[in-house]
């Protein structure tokens, strides 16, 4: 059994655990309240309780550590896991700075560890499905792929997403499943950006409309803000036919469709277990390490984007 550290044990903590039950049980976990990680303890049947940080990821017998702290702690908390000779899967955005993020990536590769972002897009089996009928040719040649996301967050400038310091703004929220859903889709290098950004009174980016051209002749758009709702939609255009993702951030159904109107429903997995697909492909490419998943490229590529975005405004 592999063995897992959770650090950090809020509400997304949770829904890891809970996917984790199908698989086996919880190594240990880590909190900055003692008395919460107790409790998270008793709740998933945890064997071990550390009282920081720092002793979970120190604790040899501990070989893969999921990160959920607050966005401003990844990257310490990443190169910590990584000089400890653990395997990280780090809940997203794992981070906004490219160059730093690099040096995560080449130390991960170096040392022959693991290192993802808990990007649930590049796990659904439904998109594994998708890319098999695109190298089928079902869509025909890809021309564009679209993702859009709005998530209202209540107008409260000390929340943690309007707040540089922590690591809000939309990008960083939500910008990620947006931009990884293109990157995952979109072949070729990303070329050319045009962007539109509006900012939210405490700084952070409250609003973007991204166009991205790729060296294959493909186009991409994002749309994404954290001030009003948007559906959670994606699509995948081919010159044969498109397909439309509702939810798509966990989706287990599509429509495709063709030029003369007639639509197909795909379904393929299952929302719910989300996660559970997470965790098992991380678990096989600890296993394995020729297992052939190219997790961290798809990633360093999309926080490539969201660095040249931030810094551009």
């Not at 394995?288 to 810094?311: N, P």
Request: glycine fraction near 8%; charge should be negative; charged fraction near 25%.
């Amino acid at each position: 059994m592999i063995k897992w550290g959770i650090i950090g044990l809020g509400h997304i903590a949770h829904e890891f655990a809970e996917g984790m039950k199908p698989l086996h049980a919880i190594y240990g976990v880590a909190a900055r309240d003692l008395q919460r990680a107790r409790t998270f303890q008793k709740q998933y049947d945890v064997q071990k309780v550390y009282e920081s940080y720092d002793s979970l990821i120190e604790d040899e017998e501990v070989d893969v550590v999921y990160i959920a702290t607050v966005n401003s702690q990844h990257y310490k908390n990443i190169m910590k896991c990584l000089k400890n000779g653990k395997h990280v899967l780090c809940e997203k955005a794992i981070w906004g700075n490219y160059q730093e993020m690099k040096i995560a990536y080449e130390y991960a590769k170096e040392h022959n560890l693991i290192l993802s972002e808990a990007m649930t897009i590049y796990h659904m089996p439904l998109f594994e499905k998708i890319q098999e009928m695109i190298k089928e040719g079902r869509l025909g040649k890809i021309k564009y792929v679209q993702a859009d996301l709005g998530s209202l967050k209540e107008d409260d400038p000390e929340n943690r997403f309007f707040s540089k310091a922590l690591g809000g703004g939309a990008m960083l929220d939500i910008g990620t499943y947006t931009l990884s859903f293109l990157r995952y889709f979109l072949t070729g290098e990303f070329e050319t950006m045009k962007h539109v950004m509006i900012p939210y009174p405490t700084g952070v980016d409250e609003m973007w409309s991204i166009g991205i051209a790729t060296s294959t002749g493909e186009m991409g758009n994002a749309n994404m803000t954290f001030r009003a709702k948007l559906p959670k939609r994606a699509i995948v255009a081919g010159d044969k036919a498109y397909v439309t993702v509702y939810n798509y951030v966990r989706a287990d159904r599509a429509v495709l469709t063709f030029p003369d109107g007639k639509e197909e429903e795909i379904k393929y997995g299952k929302t719910e277990d989300a996660l559970t697909y997470e965790i098992r492909d991380i678990e096989n490419c600890i296993q394995d390490s020729a297992c052939g998943k190219h997790y961290i490229e798809y990633t360093m590529d999309v926080v490539k984007v969201m660095d040249e975005l931030l810094q551009s405004e």
